[in-house]
Every structure is written in C-alpha cells, then in structure tokens.
C-alpha cells in the first residue's frame, strides 16, 4: 500500500469513527418510559391501594427561542383499587398531557424536573348490590365512566442519564380530583355516602377538595 492509498484509509476511518461518536453522543429527542407508583395519602383515600403505575411517550426539545430544554408528552395513569371493610373497590385511570422544563444541576448527568400536567380521570367503582349487603347505602352494584371535566396538576422531580439511551427518573405529581360537590350524603346517616349518578365520580365521605398525589419512580429508553 501506498503512502497516499494508507493516507486516505486513514482519512476515511477517522471520518467515519467521528460520525458514529457523534452518532453516539447527540441527544435523543424521543423517549418511552415506565414507572412504579407508590401512592401517598391522598390517592390512597380514593382507592384504597397505594399502587400503581404509569406509562409515558415524551420529546425533548428547546423552549422557543431559548437554550432551555423542555419536554412534552402524553402518560397514562392507572391506579387499582382494593376493597374496603364494605367491599367497595374504586379504581382510577387517566390521561395526562403533560410539560416540563428540565434544569441542569451542574453534576453530570443529574437534571431537575418540573413541569404542569392537564389529566382526563376514569372511574371505576365496584359494590356488591345493595340486596346482597342486606339494605346499607353501599350497595350500588358496578359503575364507571369518566370525572367530568380536565384537571390539572403539578410534576416535581429528578432524571440521571446512564447512557444516552437509558435513564432513570424519580417524580413527585399531584393532581386535583374531587370536590364535595361531587357526592351526596345519605340523609338517613349523615356519616356514609350514596352513589349520585349526576355526580359523575364516587369519593365517599372523605372527598372534599382532594388531591391526589403519588411517587413514580422508573426508567426511560431514549430513541
């Protein structure tokens, strides 16, 4: 081989090593994530469980005009219930959009987390009817369907990137749900609840203004 001939292999592999670093190392704007929920004391007033788990698509990008990275996606929620002293189960879905700003903390690697989120609640509340519990106003058989209209919330958290494909993330989120505008009261025991079709969403007597709230931790594979 040639002096010239070896030059240029040379050339041609250095080239192409620096297009697969660069490959490598340029940021991947689309993410996949998965998280275990552990469910604080007020989504555990409505379900009963303090599990469940969230899946979400996202895309990093920069806030318009600025150098600050902002992340955009869509998560669904579920939240399982258990079944109470009643045997009454209630059950939680959602959809959420959210947004978030990440800040750089000056470690490698290491970003904060906050953001808003707009969510779109599910119901699902199953009770054996009421002739099986002998009459008590918990008895109203299965219902569902959907809290009536958007609720938002906020998202605090903390992201390590691994690799530029895998990272891990730990986020605080609450959300608003409920209202006492949303049940009714028995009138035959002030201290118990009856299921009011126009309410849209069964709480109990424990509903007023409530916010749920959760831990996620998990991981994201960047794409």
Do not use: C
Not at 89 to 103: C, H, M, N, P, Y
């Amino acid at each position: 081989m040639t002096m010239k001939s070896f030059l240029r292999s040379a050339s041609l592999g250095l080239v192409l090593s620096g297009l697969a670093l660069s490959a490598q190392d340029a940021p991947k704007p689309f993410a996949v994530g998965v998280h275990m929920v552990s469910g604080l004391t007020a989504l555990k007033d409505v379900t009963g469980n303090n599990a469940g788990a969230v899946v979400d698509f996202s895309y990093t990008g920069m806030l318009a005009k600025s150098n600050v990275p902002f992340r955009a996606g869509l998560a669904y929620n579920t939240f399982p219930g258990k079944t109470d002293d009643f045997q009454v189960k209630e059950s939680l879905t959602a959809f959420q959009l959210f947004g978030d700003i990440v800040i750089k903390t000056g470690v490698e690697h290491l970003d904060l987390v906050t953001g808003l989120s707009v969510n779109k609640y599910h119901y699902k509340v199953d009770s054996p009817d009421a002739s099986v519990l002998q009459g008590s106003t918990y008895g109203y058989g299965s219902q569902s369907g959907t809290v009536k209209g958007l609720k938002f919330g906020a998202r605090f958290g903390v992201a390590y990137a691994f690799t530029s494909a895998w990272s891990a993330e730990v986020m605080l989120q609450i959300t608003e749900l409920g209202s006492s505008d949303r049940y009714r009261m028995d009138p035959s025991s002030p201290t118990r609840d009856i299921w009011d079709s126009k309410a849209k969403f069964f709480t109990g007597p424990r509903s007023a203004g409530i916010n749920p709230s959760w831990l996620q931790v998990g991981a994201k594979y960047h794409f």
